[in-house]
Nanobody, 122 residues
Framework: QVQLVESGGGLVQAGGSLRLSCAAS????????MGWYRQAPGKQRERVAV???????NYVDSVKGRFTISRDNAKNTVYLQMNSLKPEDTAVYYC????????????????WGQGTQVTVSS
């Protein structure tokens, strides 16, 4: 099993920056994919950014050039640096990982954190 704990959310003015962190713990063999999702009130959850174990990244178009995802494999931690924040970035941000639970497993399991609120005021 994998536990994910997010931190770093808060209230910031438009144009400001925040850095989210998500630390994974528990029993697993590998965290193949780590990522950030967000859900604004009345909207569906959307994928914001993901990073695979080798370092490749993918971003939703609305955050390209403003957000940067990174990971520290030694600490089992993923980060989301958010710059030039806009009011439309306001949402609950969730960390997620697709984990391989053992060296003989061939299926990833997805785990979610509890979420951290990001509010951007105009």
């Amino acid at each position: 099993q994998v536990q994910l704990v997010e931190s770093g959310g808060g209230l910031v003015q438009a144009g400001g920056s925040l850095r989210l962190s998500c630390a994974a713990s528990g029993s697993f063999f590998a965290l193949n994919v780590m990522g950030w999702y967000r859900q604004a009130p009345g909207k569906q959850r959307e994928r914001v950014a993901v990073i695979i174990s080798g370092g490749s990244t993918n971003y939703v178009d609305s955050v390209k050039g403003r957000f940067t995802i990174s990971r520290d494999n030694a600490k089992n931690t993923v980060y989301l640096q958010m710059n030039s924040l806009k009011p439309e970035d306001t949402a609950v941000y969730y960390c997620a990982t697709d984990a391989l639970l053992s060296s003989t497993a061939n299926t990833n399991f997805r785990y979610w954190g509890q979420g951290t609120q990001v509010t951007v005021s105009s």
